[in-house]
């Protein structure tokens, strides 16, 4: 089976940087991908990761360690409108497709 | 424009009534997902279907059925079995196989047991 385990909730100010971690257990995956979801909205693509180390897009982060088991999303310059959910997902191997999300994270950004 | 197309947005189901919410993609995706997601939860897998007229059950099937008998097109039934159906549906659709690893969501429909 997988699990993947996020933080509840996080809170920062704008103009910071956060990270939301993702750990998981699964017997082997294809990658890890992130997804953001406003209130009442659907969750949009954010970033994946297929191999080990950091990818960069705009303010938004994403880093896996495989032998870890571990990755996390980073968010740079915070701003209001990057309240919101935030979800790690993996595609297990042998799992015919099937995606598989975390618990989320509720990002709060402050003034 | 390309994208997932959801019906209805909110629909209200009496107790013992069958609902089907519609999904319909043109991004001519092999790969169709239904999620159900709790207030303040995550995305729990219903069913998915890599290609036409083959589906598997996801993590929580019970009480739903699914068909896909056009590639476009995968409609979910939320049956009377489903004792607690109150939730807020998702449909997905990916380009399938390994490779797609980006899924792509409609609205979202609103059910509520009324």
């Known amino acids: 089976g997988q699990s993947l385990e996020q933080p509840s909730e996080v809170t920062a100010v704008e103009g910071a940087i956060v990270q939301i971690n993702c750990t998981y257990q699964t017997s082997g995956f294809y990658g890890l991908s992130w997804y953001q979801q406003h209130d009442g909205g659907a969750p949009t693509f954010l970033s994946y990761n297929a191999l080990d180390g950091l990818e960069e897009t705009g303010r938004f982060s994403s880093f896996l360690s495989r032998s870890d088991s571990y990755g996390y999303l980073l968010l740079q310059e915070l701003q209001m409108k990057d309240s919101a959910s935030y979800f790690c997902?993996?595609?297990?191997?042998?799992?015919?497709?099937?995606?598989?999300f975390g618990q989320g994270t509720e990002l709060s950004v402050k003034p | 424009d390309g994208g997932i197309t959801q019906s209805p947005k909110y629909l209200f189901r009496k107790e013992g009534q069958n609902v089907t919410l519609s999904c319909e993609q043109n991004l001519n995706h092999d790969a169709m997902y239904w999620y159900r997601q709790d207030p303040g939860q995550g995305l729990r897998l219903i069913y998915y279907?890599?290609?036409?007229?083959?589906?598997q059950k996801g993590d929580i099937a019970e009480g739903y059925s699914v068909s896909r008998e056009k590639k476009e097109s995968f409609p979910l039934t939320v049956t009377s079995a489903q004792k607690n159906p109150t939730a807020f549906y998702l449909c997905a659709s990916s380009i399938g196989g390994t490779s797609g690893n980006t899924i792509y969501f409609g609205e979202g429909s609103w059910l509520t047991v009324v």
């Open positions: 279907s890599q290609i036409v007229n083959d589906f």
């Open positions: 997902a993996v595609r297990g191997l042998g799992q015919g497709g099937k995606l598989i």
